[in-house]
């Protein structure tokens, strides 16, 4: 039984250590190296987590062949019951679960109560799939009667990233485990300690051992997923880099697999945009989740002249209170990455029109402050690449073509917005630009469910969203039944 975590506050508060949940059991996992589980506002460890091996693997893939077994033979509506009351215990330890989010990963508590939120949405969509998930049928010849079915694959698995600990998750289980399969779930070592409460959840709402499992670990774990041939189809979030290992390995060992990547978000300006809900909006969307988040703002495209607007970002930037409005960076390696892209573009020409690079809240913890980069040309790293921190690059061009050119010039195509209120600049950009999310005036477009995440080109690889339908058919396969009860008088091809 996990413990209930104490924390109501910021103030460094510890946890039990993470361990494996494999067969409904809570078991050590068996490798050498041990990680702290650091708390980024304060740099002190709050647990620890030890890694697994390839034999913890094959133990929890043990365990979930054999569960799944009967789980199968459960009816979908029986299954998403399951959903139900996971759901009401959610609500129910919303604040806890929020606690424990923002205290592994950082970011602040209402940010971290809307991933439980969303969370939350997407287990929604598992309670719906009875009255989604049905298939078709129609008769096809005289007599011949053709249906389609939706079967479990087996036994699957996710791998996560650090920065949304309990909501990606949850894009990958409502769907997999009401569409019948056995799941093993790797959280990112740098926040394990959400996916213990997540099992507990599960465990307390009624799903059977070994249904979903545990495996805490990194890259070795990772390689023993994609690999054990018990496993049929993987899902993977995180970086760019990773995805594209995962998905080349799992897809070499013959599995399915669907692999979510890093981003570069560009926010067109143009000149006859809202200024208020611009700015505000242009504000939330870089420094949000301390701009740790795969659909944040990370260039802000001003087209024209935008300086009354870009005025308006650096007055609400500088004005954000480090702690309360922002929380730290996951680790000091970050901050060094953050501020070497900061330093490298100043360096290149740009100009810092907001500094966050000596940002510091009390005695420890890993900072970086909103940081307004100006002048930053196209070729610049802090133009191209993935900075993952409350980092916006303005990069001015004189018209619309070029905007739209210098987005589709970027591999990433996670999401794009447009600010405007011209509904003929709205509909160019939503038609041209590369990428899977779009908005107007909407800085962080992340489709709510029923509408399926996923982003394009170097953001994603393989077929389809991960959450809504899509995600409810990448993890079943379908089986078409042709059937024929009728003695059939006349004479067709199927006769
Ligand atoms: P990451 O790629 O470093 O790690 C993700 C997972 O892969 C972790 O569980 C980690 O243990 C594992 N891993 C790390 N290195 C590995 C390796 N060499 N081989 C096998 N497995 C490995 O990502 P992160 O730092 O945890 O998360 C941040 C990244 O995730 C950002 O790039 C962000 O854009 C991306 N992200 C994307 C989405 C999306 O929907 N596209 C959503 C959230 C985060």
């Known amino acids: 039984m996990i413990p209930k975590f104490e924390a109501s506050s910021y103030e460094q508060t510890p946890f039990i250590d993470a361990r494996n949940w494999i067969g409904g059991e809570w078991v050590e996992p068996s490798g050498d190296r041990v990680l702290p589980v650091v708390n980024p506002r304060h740099g002190e460890t709050m647990a620890k987590v030890r890694m697994s091996t390839a034999s913890d693997v094959d133990a929890a893939v043990q365990a979930a062949s054999t569960a799944v077994e009967d789980w199968k033979q459960w009816p979908l509506r029986e ?4 959903m139900y009351r996971a759901r009401g215990l959610m609500m129910r330890d919303i604040d806890e679960l929020s606690w424990l989010v923002s205290h592994e990963n950082g970011k602040i508590f209402a940010e971290a109560k809307a991933e439980v939120e969303k969370g939350i949405e997407c287990v929604e969509y598992g309670c ?17 009667s053709c249906e389609v079915v939706y079967a479990p694959l087996g036994v699957v698995a996710g ?13 990958m289980l409502p769907q997999a485990l009401v569409g019948g399969n056995a799941f093993v779930l790797k959280p990112s070592e740098q926040v394990p300690l959400s996916s213990l409460k997540l099992a507990q959840i599960f465990e307390d709402a009624g799903l059977p051992k070994g249904i979903l499992n545990l495996v805490q670990g990194d890259r070795e774990t990772v390689e023993a997923l994609c690999d054990h041939p018990g496993i049929e189809a993987v899902a993977f979030v995180g970086s760019t880099r990773v995805a594209k290992l995962v998905y080349g390995r799992s897809a070499a060992a013959g599995k ?10 560009h926010l067109i300006v143009v000149p006859d945009a809202d200024v208020e809900l611009t700015a505000d ?3 939330a969307s870089y420094t949000g989740c301390a701009g740790q988040r795969c659909m944040a703002a990370s260039v802000m495209v001003a087209v024209g002249d935008v300086q009354h607007i870009i005025d308006e970002v ?7 209170t480090l702690g309360q409005d922002l929380g730290p960076i996951t680790t000091a390696a970050a901050v060094e990455r953050i501020n070497g892209y900061i330093t490298q573009a100043e360096q290149q020409g740009a100009k810092v029109l907001v500094d966050g690079r000596a940002a510091s809240v009390g005695k420890g913890g890993y900072w970086v402050g909103p940081t307004l980069l100006d002048h930053v040309k196209g070729e610049m790293p802090a133009a191209r690449e993935e900075i993952f921190g409350p980092v916006l690059s303005i990069v001015r061009v004189a018209n619309l073509d ?14 794009s917005s447009v600010y405007t209120t011209s509904g003929d600049v709205a509909r160019r950009v939503m038609n041209e630009v590369e990428a899977g999310m779009c908005g107007v005036n909407i800085g962080v477009p992340v489709p709510r469910e ?21 995600g409810f058919r990448f993890w079943t396969r379908p089986r078409k039944i042709t059937s024929k009860w009728a003695l059939q008088k006349d004479a067709t091809w199927m006769s």
Not at 256 to 265: H, V, W
Not at 402 to 415: K, M, V
Not at 450 to 468: A, E, L, M, V, Y
């Open 450 to 470: 029923p509408f399926g995440f996923g982003g394009w080109n170097d953001s994603k690889f393989g077929h389809g969203n991960i959450t809504g339908w899509d």
């Open 314 to 320: 650096a007055k609400r930037s500088a004005a954000m």
């Open 281 to 283: 909006n242009v504000v």
């Open 159 to 171: 791998i996560v990233p650090f920065n949304f600990p309990f909501m990606v998750p949850l894009w």
């Open 79 to 82: 299954r998403a019951h399951v």
């Open 128 to 144: 719906a799939l009875p009255n989604i998930a049905a298939g078709n049928q129609l008769e096809v010849s005289r007599g011949v």
């Open 402 to 415: 070029q905007a739209i050119a210098l987005e589709n010039a970027n591999p990433y195509g996670n999401a």
């Open 256 to 265: 399915r697999a669907l692999c979510l990547g890093g981003a570069k978000n």
